[in-house]
Structure formats: C-alpha cells, structure tokens
C-alpha cells in the first residue's frame, strides 16, 4: 500500500534575506523565522504518480525533504498508510537530483544496498541482477557511478530506489541536468516504470510538460510562503501528446499564467 | 618547444631517467664545491670520500643498526599519532559539538613545535627509545586530526541521507560511508604527516638516545667526522623519498580509486 497524507505541514526557515523582505508581514512569520510552507494539506491514492510542480524558492523541495523524514515540520505531520514519518526509512525511498549513488560502490554493490539483509544470498543476487536488467544496466554490473553516463546514474539509482520496494518514491528534479534527448527517454522510462510497478510516485519538478505528461495528478505550489494553488487529476490517455490533446494544451496554458508566465511570447 | 601536456603519463624511462639527470648534477656541483670552495676535505668532503665511508659504516653494521632504530621509532609514534588521531578526527568532522569544544585547543598545540617539547619529554620519559617516540607522536598526531575532520566534515551530506533512508546504523555509517569517503584524502594526509615524522626523529634522536640516524649525526659531529654526518643525511633523504614513494602507491590502490 502506499497512501499518503501530508497533513497540515508548515515549515519556517530562518532566513535574513527573505526575513527583510518579508518585513512585519505577519503571514509571512512564523516567531522569529520565515514561512516557507504554509499549512500544506495533500491526500494521495496508492499508486498514483503526482507531479509537484512550482517555481524555485518555492519550498517544494523543503516539502519533498520534509516528506522522506531529512527535515522536520515545525508543524502538522506526513502519514504513510496510518503510520506518521519521522525519519528517513526504507519504505519512503528519495531518489535524489545528483550524487545519489555511493561512489566508493559498484553499480551491483549499490543496488544491493538496501537488500543487505537478506540471509538468502543467491535469492539476493536474483533481486539485484533483476532490478539492474529493468533499468538495462546488465554489463555495468562492476562498473562505478564515476564511469556511467548521467542517465545511466539515474537509472542505477532508480533500481536501488525500486529493489527495496518501498511503499512511496520520492523524485527531486529527476532529470535536471540531463540533455535534452536523455532528458525524453529518462522520462519515458520513469512513465514506463511507473505504468509498471504501480508504486505512489512522488515528483517534484519545474517543467510543466514533465509534469502534464506523467502525472496522474498535478499540484502547482507556489507563491510565499508556499500554498497549493493547483491539485487536479490527469485522466489523459498515454502517450500523452499536447498537439493531439486540446485540453492538455489549454492547462498548460492556464498553469503558465497561474506562475506568472505569458506561454506565448 | 611543444607545450606541456601534464596529463600524458610519461613512459617509465622518462620517469627513471629524468630524476637521475638532477641527481647527477647535485653530485656535479658537491664535487665542484668540495674543490674549490676552499674548505678542508674534513670540513667538506667531496662525493667520492662520503661514499667510501658509507661502503664503511655500512660494512661495519652501524648505518644499518642506526637506520633501524630510527624507522622503528617513526613507526611506533606514527602508529600511535594514526590510531589516536582517525578516531578523533572522525568524531570532530561528524559532531559540531566536539568540534567547537576541541577544536581550539588543538590549533593552540598544533603550532608550538615538536622540539620545544623536548625539556618536558625527557624530564617526563627519562632517557631511551620514549621521550622520541612522544615526539614523533606529537608531531604527526595534530596534522592527522586536523585533516581528518577537514576531510570528513567534507564528506557529501546526501551520503549520509542515501545511509539514513536505507536504515544504516550508526556503526554502517562509519564503515560504509565515513571510511571509504575519508580513504583518498586521508591516504593524502599521512602523506604529508610521515614525511613531518621523519623529519622530527633526527632531533628527537639528538636527545636521550644512543642509537638512530639523529645520533648517528651528533656523534659523528663530536668526532668531527663530516663524511659520517653527511653518510646519515643521505640516508634520511633516501628513506624520505621511498616513504613518500609507498604513500603515493597506497593512493593508488582501488578502493581509494573511486574518487577519479
């Protein structure tokens, strides 16, 4: 199962530059910090795949952070399936932007990692040999995050994510930093993936296509202090295509105009 | 001239031979000078007369007996600078507070010199293999706990969240993240705190001892033997640059390799 309740999170920062900015705005206060989160109330069903989607600065990696148990709500609390988070754990898995990987490890030794427990070694190797195929890294078994590619390095991490199978995925910016063409196939490999193992999929990204084009579900966060401005179901079909779907355009439209930004220049 | 390619590895007879070049012509210009700087073959003597006494105290036993006990000392003290100063250096680059508390006062110690701790050492070791070892041990001891905790308070935050989500223990954290994130720069560190240990052992050994290279010098000084003098410096400067050479094959090794 993997049902998840961000219950009434806030979070405040202490922060000077924002703080002299913000003045004596009291909705910006939190005692003597400022207001990042403000009240954030989410509900998501077992196996959906949410996109959060905001400009940066807007506290949804401090929300993502908040939720794989890094950092601590000053208020309010995250639920996975009844059970409160409060630290990380291996059935919230955050997949992160960059680095993810142990360098001093194999890609096998990595994937391995959460799997570290099991008595039954060749039952281990089996999981591990499985999860590095789904990704098609097999021949880069042996090799270290350092003589992989970017994409390759994401994927390593994907499988690492997955072998524990954990109740909720967590996603910084999966594809940041990617090219262009790594960038599409990654994400169609994640779409793929999900489609696939049905795990509750947590992104957060600044691309609004990514977002419109994997999510089952879309939160736009934005402003400051953060607050939803959007949370909308997605029942598109897949593949998704924006020329072909005229109400996937038209809220693209509307959610560049909700962040502030003409979509047509 | 081509322009310096400094990332091409050179072939292996470029790297022997370039070196002995320099050698060569240190032992050139020692010749020329012994000649003719006027000086007295026993106040300066030339190559020729150092290396005969060398075949000497080497055929007699005593650069051997000398080289022994010196590099047993180094080890002793760097052995024990090692094992107190990795642990305590993991703990200040992990634990701020230990850090703030400790920190201070070690850059307070770092600075005064091994050899202003020789009055001290000899009145609180007596005579003998101690007060030499406590000074080989002070003098790699600080640069060992201060590298470490640069290196390890360094170590990449999101390794220790990637432990943290896959339920590491605080004792799996140690071992599969502080210790192999700490390996290539710690390899550096005792690098450069080997060669500082070697360099205090020859005073340290000018003290309270009878034995050692340090010993060696001083008593050949009394007996006003310069050729025995620059026998032992030539020695200190040989095992110098092998231990440096095992360092740098030690950073070689494949698990301090995953950093390239």
Not at chain 1, 75 to 104: K, Y
Not at chain 1, 171 to 195: I, Q
Not at chain 2, 63 to 90: D, E, N, Q, W
Request: aromatic share 10%.
């Amino acid at each position: 199962m993997g049902h998840i309740v961000i219950d009434n999170i806030s979070k405040a920062y202490r922060n000077r530059r924002r703080q002299q900015r913000a003045g004596d705005d009291p909705e910006l206060r939190y005692g003597d910090q400022i207001l990042v989160l403000d009240h954030i109330q989410l509900e998501f069903q077992d196996g959906e795949m949410v996109c959060i989607l905001g400009p940066s600065g807007c506290g949804k990696s401090t929300l993502l952070k908040i939720i794989a148990g890094f950092d601590q709500p000053n208020d309010g609390r995250i639920v996975i399936d009844g059970r409160a988070v409060t630290r990380p754990g291996s059935d919230h898995i955050f997949v992160f932007q960059h680095n993810g990987l142990l360098p001093w490890m194999t890609v096998w030794e990595n994937v391995g990692l959460g799997l570290r427990h099991m008595t039954d070694a060749p039952a281990k190797a089996e999981r591990i040999a499985e999860y590095i195929e789904m990704v098609e890294l097999d021949n880069f078994e042996h090799h270290y995050p350092h003589q992989l590619s970017g994409g390759m390095q994401r994927r390593a991490e994907l499988a690492r994510a997955l072998a524990v199978n954990p109740e909720l995925l967590i996603m910084d910016e999966p594809f940041s930093g990617l090219d262009f063409l790594t960038h599409m196939k990654m994400r169609e490999e994640v779409v793929n993936m999900h489609e696939f193992i049905r795990k509750t999929t947590i992104v957060v990204t600044h691309d609004i296509d990514d977002a419109l084009i994997m999510g089952d579900r879309i939160v736009v966060m934005s402003g400051q202090p953060s607050g939803i401005k959007l949370d909308r179901k997605l029942d598109f079909d897949r593949p998704r295509d924006f020329q072909k779907e005229p109400a996937l355009n038209q809220l693209r439209n509307e959610i560049f105009l909700m962040l502030g930004v003409p979509y047509a220049v | 001239m081509p322009s310096d390619t400094p990332l091409m590895p050179r072939p292996w007879k470029t790297r022997l031979a370039l070196p002995c070049v320099a050698f060569g012509l240190l032992l050139l210009a020692w010749e020329f000078l012994a000649r003719f700087a006027g000086w007295s073959t026993d106040v300066f003597p030339g190559p020729l007369k150092v290396f005969a006494s060398m075949g000497e105290l080497i055929a007699n036993g005593t650069l051997m007996k000398h080289t022994v006990a010196s590099l047993f000392r180094v080890t002793v003290g760097f052995y024990l600078a090692v094992l107190g100063g990795i642990p305590l250096g993991i703990m200040l680059g992990r634990w701020q507070n230990a850090r703030l508390l400790i920190n201070p006062m070690i850059q307070f110690l770092r600075p005064i010199s091994p050899l202003a701790w020789i009055p001290l050492a000899m009145l609180w070791f007596g005579i003998g293999d101690k007060p030499a070892v406590f000074l080989i041990f002070l003098s790699s001891f600080f640069p060992i706990v201060v590298s470490t905790t640069a290196t390890v308070s360094a170590i990449n935050p999101i390794y220790f969240q990637v432990g943290a989500n896959f339920n590491f223990t605080r004792w799996e954290m140690i071992t599969r993240v502080i210790v192999p994130a700490m390996i290539p720069g710690t390899i550096t560190a005792l690098r450069i705190s080997v060669t500082i240990a070697w360099l205090v052992v020859v005073a340290a050994e000018m003290i309270a001892v009878q034995s050692g290279l340090g010993y060696l010098i001083l008593d050949s000084r009394n007996a006003l033997r310069m050729d025995y003098v620059m026998d032992g410096m030539i020695v200190i400067g040989l095992i110098g640059l092998l231990l440096d050479y095992f360092m740098r094959r030690l950073g070689r090794i494949e698990s301090a390799g995953w950093h390239n």
